[in-house]
């Protein structure tokens, strides 16, 4: 059995709710689990895993030695975890998940929780310069607040999420600003901040870098404004590091599902709520990537509107495929399918597979751009095709 299927049945094994961090915390000192000199943690709506990844990839090419743990993954676990941009081994990956089972005994965690220790462990053993960190979700019980990071980081908060986080975006910005400390750096990524968020800086006298609105000179295939978070978190973690060299590494860096443009004939992007959608659509727009026409291939979990997805691009649509996902975390695609033909007037079909969905969009719109969007899960499927290796 394969490392991700077996942590795969891992994930069946263990309870999934949020459990309190005192546990995870009184784990990590027994786990002797030791901290590197700085750590940066990242949450937000929207645009994490892109600033940890420029991040990690800057402080690496000037010489520091980085962990990067994120989530979710695409298509294996080992993208979660890595040293210096190289993923976790699977034998290393497995070999410290059991050292993390040996050592919890009768203590209730939950996969994430486990998964992250596992992280930490591994991190630590490795003896590391810097951490980088992204929430999974939220930020306040997240097993990345269990340390005090040296710089914080909160991308931008919006409506995703709302049966956890809480129903609107002050109750969002609350749990996300749990990761915040006394006398901390933090860097904001969005022009309006929520008042539950403000409420926290003041009171922990937080030290606020505010990201502005301005538009980047350079034409990069990545989240400008990720590429602006990651800047100032260079600027302020070590400035001697050059914006020469910053932009070096940044042009040098690739980010599955993210704005992924592939030889100008697949774009893969991971958006999954309402303001990603709108970067997306502002993405495809600035490079004209809809003057020979766009066909979508779609889906999303079952906590989405799908309608909602769609509406921002459905105009920029010739054609719009589902294809089937065996994954239970994912809406029935007949589902999707009655909801598309009840409110627009595109083309929707259903294929067994994205292999077909891709082949019958070929067959039939050979010039269009394919657009693959809406769900981690539908963009680690693209990726895991042989032809991904061919384009």
């Known amino acids: 059995m394969s490392v991700n299927n077996w942590l795969n049945k891992k994930v069946k094994e263990y309870n999934q709710e949020k459990i309190d961090l005192s546990i995870l915390k009184d784990l990590i000192l027994d786990l002797e689990i030791s901290i590197p000199k700085k750590i940066i943690s990242i949450v937000g709506t929207n645009g994490k895993g892109s600033t940890a990844n420029l991040i990690s990839k800057i402080l690496k090419d000037n010489s520091y030695s980085v962990g990067l743990y994120t989530s979710p993954h695409l298509i294996n676990y080992n993208e979660r975890i890595d040293i210096n941009r190289i993923n976790i081994n699977d034998e290393a990956l497995k ?12 203590r209730k965690l939950n996969f994430y929780q486990m998964l992250s220790l596992t992280a930490f462990k591994y991190f630590s053993d490795n003896k590391l310069d810097i951490w980088v960190l992204e929430a999974g979700l939220g930020g306040r019980l997240d097993p990345i607040n269990c340390f005090d990071a040296d710089l914080s980081i909160i991308t931008n908060i919006s409506l995703d999420h709302q049966e956890i986080l809480g129903s609107d975006t002050d109750s969002i910005g609350k749990e996300k600003a749990g990761i915040l400390r006394n006398n901390q750096k933090l860097i904001f990524g969005a022009k309006k901040i929520p008042e539950s968020v403000i409420k926290m800086i003041n009171s922990l006298n937080v030290d606020l870098y505010k990201i502005d609105n301005q538009d980047l000179e350079e034409d990069l295939h990545i989240n400008k404004n990720a590429v602006k978070i990651a800047t100032k ?21 690739k980010i599955l599902g993210r704005c992924d443009l592939i030889n100008n004939e697949f774009l893969v992007d991971v958006a999954h709520n309402e303001d990603a959608i709108k970067n997306l659509k502002s993405f495809i727009k600035s490079r004209s990537l809809d003057e020979d026409g766009i066909a979508a291939i779609f889906h999303c979990s079952k906590s989405k509107n799908p309608i909602s997805l769609i509406s921002p691009l459905n105009k920029l649509f010739s054609e719009l495929r589902i294809p089937r996902i065996n994954n239970f975390r994912l809406l029935d695609e007949e589902y999707i399918e009655e909801s598309f033909n009840n409110h627009f007037e595109i083309k929707v079909s259903i294929d067994e597979t994205i292999e077909k969905s891709i082949k019958e969009i070929k067959l039939l719109k050979p010039e ?18 042989p032809l991904y290796k061919n384009v």
Not at 233 to 253: C, Y
Not at 368 to 373: A, E, H, Q, V
């Open 233 to 253: 978190a260079i600027e302020l973690i070590d400035p001697k590091i050059s914006k020469k060299n910053i932009f070096n590494s940044i042009r040098n860096t």
């Open 95 to 106: 070999e410290y998940f059991l050292k993390i089972e040996k050592k919890i005994n009768t």
């Open 368 to 385: 269009s751009l394919i657009l693959i969007f809406g769900s981690f899960y539908l963009a680690g499927e693209f990726y895991k095709l």
